[in-house]
């Protein structure tokens, strides 16, 4: 055999073993073929060819397996069995740009599917590989292991605790700096995926000036950054009052008001979601975003979308309204609450509902002027109606109770209770009589009122327990009136009228 004749044979079997692992990795592009790659046991084969002396080869095949692992966990878990993983970290220290960056995709498309194969990139070394490759000039790499990084972080507070460990957080900070786009989203994606379990890892994050880097990136006119940074200025704010100040001392608001008016829907639900976290914490920090025009900004928000992405402008307004009897009357004279109840009477999914009945609640419960707000939106019945559907979810019908009972404990606006005699059950009905007991003696036009629309006569037709609390509060609605006027509307009063006119003779 000729020299020339082996070395055809070398360049035919080198050809097919590329074309190979160009072939595996076009079809696991595709999520349909991906049990009939695992069928036919393609991981065995490819597992050789990341050793391949043909760098181009290697690089395929690592391309191939990131496909494949992303696409089914099977296989992810399949790439952990196969002992592939230690040899990927290894490799990544040593190989071309080209590999490092399949490479991190195999890391990333395994570790997204479970903390259990996340966990077994961490015990590969796989992290620490993934941190050097931070530090490479290429914005790709970086990029792709940045990516890595954050699909191990999210699972759980110890994932990303392995991540801050290995020294991953002041490089992902410096990649922020870069003025690759795509690197700067994915590195605030994954400072976000650390910073949102405890309230220690958004504090390393802090410490490395992670805000002030972030806050210069909210005018962005790159929708997808703007996402990633309001996201992960969130994920900070949320832990505890000191992370959120430290965001507001940023100045980052007023400026991201104007982020309302993004076209992207994602932009503006991570703004207002940024304002929720950033106001339940205390009264000062509310009335800053107040103070800002926030409650407006939400309100119109509120008004010009549906769906899940209202969820945290709804909540903002009760974590608002909740702080005190000043901030709950901001949210008022704002008019929160003809939103809320048009937000009330447009979704259907009931933990919108649930979320919109707890902001009504916190705004309605201080005193008679806001119970009086919430009740002349005709929100009262409306809650009724969801806490006695016996299809409404059980965390809706506990917060519908709870908002009925507080607001109906500061209501003195009576012609708003009146409906409520008619329809309320036992338990909020009492709620209702009690408040009717506390104004009708010092209001003698309420009390008048009170006859001529029926509601003396409705009151004398329920059925209380004696010596109940809803006993007593009938009894002193009662004395309130005429003896006569009482006994004229109560039950069987007119049958009594008949009887004494069937015993009466004409003198």
């Known amino acids: ?29 595709r999520p349909q073929n991906i049990e009939l790659l695992q069928n036919a046991g393609v991981m065995s ?60 995709f195999v890391l990333r498309a395994v570790a997204k599917h479970s ?5 077994a990139v961490v015990a590969c070394r796989g992290v620490d590989a993934l941190v050097l490759c931070l530090e490479e000039f290429d914005p790709g790499v970086k990029e792709a292991a940045a990516w890595a990084l954050g699909n191990i972080a999210r699972h759980n507070a110890a994932l990303s605790q392995s991540v801050v460990d290995a020294g991953a957080v002041p490089l992902l900070v410096l990649s922020l700096l870069e003025p690759e786009m795509a690197l700067k989203r994915i590195a605030a994606s994954t400072l976000s995926d650390i910073s949102k379990h405890t309230p ?6 802090v410490d490395t000036g992670a805000i002030a880097h972030l806050a210069q990136m909210i ?18 704010s949320k832990h505890s009052v000191s992370l959120a100040e430290m965001v507001i001392e940023a100045e980052i608001f007023p ?70 009897e000043s901030l709950a009357m901001a949210v008022i004279v704002s008019k929160g609450v003809p939103q809320l109840a048009l937000c009330l009477s447009e979704e259907s999914e009931d933990h919108i509902k649930a979320a919109t009945v707890w902001s009504v609640g916190q705004i309605g419960h201080h005193t008679p002027e806001h119970a009086k707000a919430v009740t002349i939106a005709n929100l009262l019945p409306k809650i009724l109606e969801l806490y006695m559907n016996a299809s409404s979810s059980e965390d809706l019908q506990t917060k519908s109770k709870k908002a009925l009972k507080s607001v109906l404990q500061k209501c003195t606006y009576l012609p708003s209770l009146e409906p409520l005699l008619y329809e309320a059950p036992s338990n909020i009905l009492k709620h209702v009589v009690c408040q009717f007991s506390k104004v009708l003696p010092h209001d003698s036009k309420a009390r008048r009122l009170f006859v001529t629309s029926g509601g003396l006569k409705k009151v004398q037709e329920i059925e209380a327990e004696p010596g109940s609390p809803l006993q007593e509060y009938i009894n002193a609605i009662n004395s309130c009136f005429p003896e006569e006027i009482v006994r004229y509307y109560s039950p069987g009063y007119s049958e009594a009228l008949l009887e004494r006119l069937d015993d009466y003779q004409p003198a």
């Open 219 to 236: 005018l962005s006119p790159d929708t997808k950054l703007k996402r990633q940074v309001f996201a992960a200025l969130t994920q900070i």
């Open 255 to 324: 400026a991201a008001m104007s982020c309302l008016r993004d076209p992207d829907e994602y932009v503006k639900k991570n703004v207002v979601t940024l304002m929720r976290e950033v106001v339940k914490h205390t009264p000062e920090l509310a009335q800053v975003i107040v103070n800002c025009g926030g409650l407006e900004a939400v309100i119109d928000y509120l008004g010009n979308c549906h769906g899940n992405v209202r969820l945290p402008g709804i909540m903002m307004l009760g974590y608002v309204a909740a702080h005190s």
């Open 45 to 104: 084969l490819l597992r050789p060819l990341m050793l391949d002396v043909v760098p181009s080869i290697q690089h395929t095949a690592a391309l191939a397996l990131g496909r494949l692992a992303d696409n089914s966990e099977d296989l992810a878990e399949a790439v952990v069995k196969e002992d592939i993983l230690p040899q990927l970290a290894h490799s990544l220290a040593l190989q071309n740009r080209f590999y490092k960056k399949a490479a991190a």
């Open 115 to 119: 903390p259990e194969l996340s966990q």
């Open 200 to 205: 220690e890892l958004a504090q390393t994050v």
């Open 1 to 29: 055999m000729s020299q020339r004749h082996v070395v055809q044979v070398f360049e035919q079997y080198q050809k097919a073993r590329m074309q190979f692992v160009q072939t595996v990795a076009d079809l696991a592009n």
